[in-house]
Every structure is written in C-alpha cells, then in structure tokens.
C-alpha cells in the first residue's frame, strides 16, 4: 500500500509494534488488527518488564519504612509521581492523587469537593456526550443532596453547543464536569475556551481526560482546570490505576474521601488529624507497581513524542474516515472538525453487534453498543454504534483490514 | 422428531461448516431471516431478555399440552441463534424442555464463537424458556 509506506518517517511503526507483544496475536486464526483502544490500550513490554521487576525485586510497602527496599520503592513511587506532575505539567507533586483510575477519581471528587461546596438547590453541569462514570457520580451526589444536574447538549455533528452552555452557567452551577475528547464521537471539546467561560463565571471545571491523555499532549496550567483526571490502562499504562490531578487551592480545603491507612497524621479515639496532600487522599496501600508502571507507560509515550502521536493518529483518522464513509448505508456518527482518532459509525439496517461479530470473526476488534454513553445514543435516536479506536501503534494496513472486512460484514448481512 | 433428534439434525448441518466461518454465519444469518416473527404487541418489555447486548424477546404459549415459543432480536445474528432455540425447543412437552441439556450450543462451537457478553445472551435466552415451561407445567 502507498498510504502505509507514506507515514514510515513520521513514525517508525515496525519498532514500536515490537514493543507490544499483544499486537503480534492471532484471533480466529488471522492476525489480530486491535482497533479497541479507547476500552483499553496494549501494554509496551517496558510497562510489562516493570511490573515483573516490581515483584521479583522491588516488592516492599511505600512511605514509613525504616528498612532498605521500603524506601527505594518509596522513592521510586514518588519519582512516578514526578512524571506523571511533568506530563501534565501540574504545578506540584502534590496535586498529583493516585486513584484507582478515571472513575474513583470522579468518585473523590464528587464526594469530597461536593461534601464541602455544594448544597441542597445547588447545580452540577454535565454534558451529553459524557460517559457514564462523568454522569453517575453526579446524579447520585445530586439525588443524596438535593442539588440538581444540568446537561449542555450535543449539536448534530457531535460538538457542545456552547452557546447554551454559556446560558447554564450561572451563579447557582457549583462544578461543570465535562470531556476532553469523547469516547464515543472523538470530539476534541475547546477546553481552553470552556475553562475560561466557566472561569468567567466563577464555575471551577473537572475534566475527564481518559480518551484525551492517550493521543495528545495536555498542559493542566495552561488549560486552568480545577481537576483533570485519567485512567493508566487507557495510556498503555497498567489496569487499576489512575490519576486525579486537582489544584493545591482546592485539594488544601477538601476533607478526605475515603479513610484508612497512609491518610493520618495522628490519630486518637476523639479526634484524627489528616496527613498533608497528597497522602490525605490515598487510603490504603496504593496500586505502588500501577503507579511506577504508568510513568513508565508516559515515558514510552514522550519518547516517541506526543506532538508527533497526535499528528500520526490525525493521518490514521482521515485515511479511516475517507475508506470507510464511501461504503454504501455508512454513517459516521461525530463529525466535528477537531477529532481524535476514534471512528463510529452505524450502518442502515444493520445492527452494531451484528457487524461487530463478523469483524471479529476476521481478526478485527473494534467496540459495538454504546459505549457507556446512553444519554448520547438516545441524542442520535441509535441503539449503539460501531466503533474503532486508534492508537500509534495501528497502521494504514490495517485500516484496509478494517475497510474490507467491514465491507464482507455488509455483504453478509445485505 | 423429539429434542434430541433436532439437535443432532442441527449439529449434523453445521458440520458442513467446519473451519468455514462465513458459510456458517451465512446460514445463521438465514435462519435469523427466516425466524417465525413474534407478534408486535409481544415485544413489550416485559418479554425481554436481560443479558443480551441486543434485544431479544420471547413468547411463550401453552396449546394441548405443548409449548410453543416464538421470538425476535433487533440484531440478525441472535436472532439466528434465537431460531435454532426455538427450533429445537418449541412444541414439546413442558418436562421436556425442561430436561433438555442443549449440549448442541457447544458442538456446533456457537459458545465459543460468540463473546462473552453474548453467550450470556444466550444462557439467559434458554433460562427463560425453561422457566416458562416450567410455569406452564403446573398448567397441563
């Protein structure tokens, strides 16, 4: 192919698939060609080998060790802190929370932030094309506190429409919560521009940023969110692990979330005194590989560069969309102008899962249904779609996989 | 024909398609076709089955002392499958569908073909037909 020798020099592909052993997988017997992405990613072997050195020669519990390994590992799990305070350029380590991944970082925030800033009568905006872990922690604090959700609706081509956003901004909106770049359309949202609106108004934001870290580079300062969180296993990193980043103003004056050890001070039957940021918000023995794991993952991404990733990934979008919106009954659901690599569509009369199960039956993974994002299928009238999603790792090659075997689904199913 | 005469009639037609993915999703996909279609006013909620990525619905009739199933799903593919159900299941005695072990499921390697998510389509699928055979039992 033409298309897939024409990128070599922006990226070199054969090196870097070397470094995911998944990728050279076979499924029914046909090479696998993994376009589910924005699920999970595949884990480059640095990721991997750190982990198993983690257990064969650094396994030791973090903070409060007097002994030797207990300290390394103490050090090696702030220093991942470090890069995960570099890559999102926050302005300390201690704005730097280790969750569990997006969702328990929505969850913190929610129950934390919420306890302390928002009352009863008091509105929380959320947007449409949210998933459901950026709606539910939300509609639940509301239904347990009497305040009440507001929703900034999607316009046909898959944007937010910010002029009624700028209408449901008030004095009333405590927090907005809303997507870097939506798993399910692949809008990039004007975060920069939204923060400053919501700023405008004296609204701080949380951003969900687990589609949005993976492919492009983001600057948390530049941007001016409040909170910005993401998942490790959605950036090659490792399952289980995830990042809140939130301002030292607003982390400072929030209570704990959940309690237990690793989070005190001093503690006394009457009264217990909380430790400092960033341990206040980390109950538990924490996920230590998960975390070493993930800087290493970022790293990995840095190497390669993450101007030159989203440049790459933007050539693998066009060259998909192009293939694919040429096959007769294919509609592409999310046509903003700024997206990142993830392609949906439906096909007329023809079930997402239907085509998703042929397409597996030719190797090709992609995501059928909703995605975790009900409120927007309703928006489109649609059960669901038909999704792949792009990492650097897939080439144009496989973009023709796609286009073929999606065109054999289509002729079965006809 | 009793059930386990269909199952081997099923079991016996899909070896035909060993290692030939395409002509057995092909022949699926005609029997989703060809699927006795469910009475709109029965795709309610009610009768539909959890546990199904896609929607499926299920009827289910008692007449002279035989059970009579009829079904539909919004995707082709389970719908097929939904028809090999019925096929196999519809028309037979309450305790005979009941004792039914479906083993055909696995021999013509839809269980393991299908995803996780789908199988437990299917699993509830057959749960709900027994269940309906047996609610029908204490009827004959």
């Not at chain 1, 316009?155 to 429409?161: I, K, S, V, W, Y």
């Not at chain 1, 990039?188 to 521009?193: D, F, M």
């Amino acid at each position: 192919m033409e298309s897939s020798l024409k990128h070599t020099s922006l990226l070199d592909l054969e090196a870097i698939r070397r470094d995911f052993p998944l990728l050279s997988r076979k499924v029914n017997n046909k090479p696998l060609v993994y376009l589910d992405n924005g699920a999970t990613t595949q884990k480059p072997t640095a990721v991997i080998d750190a982990l198993t050195h983690y257990y064969s020669y650094q396994n030791s519990n973090i903070h409060r060790g007097v002994h030797r390994i207990s300290q390394d590992i103490t050090v090696a799990y702030e220093k991942a802190r470090e890069t995960v305070q570099q890559h999102l350029h926050a302005s300390y380590p201690h704005e730097i929370i280790f969750t569990k991944g997006t969702t328990d970082s929505i969850c913190l925030v929610a129950h934390s932030f919420g306890k302390k800033y928002i009352a009863a009568g008091d509105e929380i905006l959320v947007t449409e094309m949210e998933h459901h872990s950026n709606i539910l922690p939300w509609q639940q604090f509301c239904e347990n506190n009497g305040a009440v959700l507001k929703v900034v609706p999607v316009t046909d081509e898959g944007t937010l429409d910010l002029i009624v956003l700028e209408t449901l901004l008030s004095k009333k909106t405590k927090l907005f919560a809303f997507t870097h770049v939506s798993n399910t359309l692949g809008t990039i949202n004007p975060v920069k521009e939204i923060i400053a609106l919501a700023h405008s108004k004296g609204v701080p934001v949380l951003v969900d940023g687990a589609q949005a870290v993976p492919h492009l580079a983001v600057n948390v300062q530049e941007l001016d969110a409040d909170f910005y969180v993401f998942s490790g296993h959605k950036s090659f990193g490792p399952t289980g692990v995830g990042i809140l980043y939130g301002k030292e103003k607003w982390l400072q004056q929030m209570p704990p979330y959940q309690v237990g050890g690793g989070t005190i001070k001093r503690v006394t039957f009457a009264k217990t005194e909380y430790a400092d940021l960033p341990l206040r918000f980390e109950a538990g023995t924490p996920h230590i590989e998960g975390g070493i794991g993930l800087a290493v993952a970022l790293d990995y991404m840095n190497n390669i560069g993450m101007d030159r990733i989203a440049e790459y990934e933007h050539e693998l979008l066009v060259y998909a969309t192009k293939q694919l919106s040429v096959i007769p009954g294919l509609r592409i659901i999310g046509e903003a102008k700024n997206k990142a690599s993830v392609l949906s569509f439906v096909i007329d009369g023809m079930h997402p899962n239907d085509i998703g199960t042929l397409l597996d039956q030719q190797g090709v993974a992609v995501r059928t249904g909703h995605h975790c994002t009900q409120p927007l299928m309703d928006r489109y009238g649609i059960p669901g779609t038909v999704r792949a999603s792009f990492a650097f790792y897939n080439t144009m090659a496989e973009i023709d996989i796609l286009e073929t075997a999606t065109r054999k689904a289509v002729k079965m199913l006809a | 024909m009793n059930i386990a005469e269909i199952e081997k009639e099923i079991e016996e037609e899909f070896s035909f398609f060993e290692g030939d993915w395409e002509a057995k999703y092909e022949h699926l996909i005609d029997i989703g076709k060809f699927l006795p279609l469910i009475d709109t006013h029965y795709r309610t909620e009610e009768r539909l089955i959890k546990g199904c990525q896609s929607q499926v619905w299920l009827h289910s009739e008692l007449k002279n002392g035989k059970v009579y199933f009829t079904a539909d799903s919004d995707a082709i593919i389970t719908k097929g499958i939904v028809g090999l159900l019925v096929r196999v299941l519809s028309g037979h005695t309450p305790d005979e569908i009941v004792d039914a072990n479906m083993d055909f499921i696995d021999t013509i390697g839809l269980k393991e073909h299908l995803s996780p998510t789908r199988a437990n389509g299917l699993v509830s699928m057959i749960r709900q037909m027994k269940l309906d055979a047996l609610a029908f039992k204490t009827k004959v």
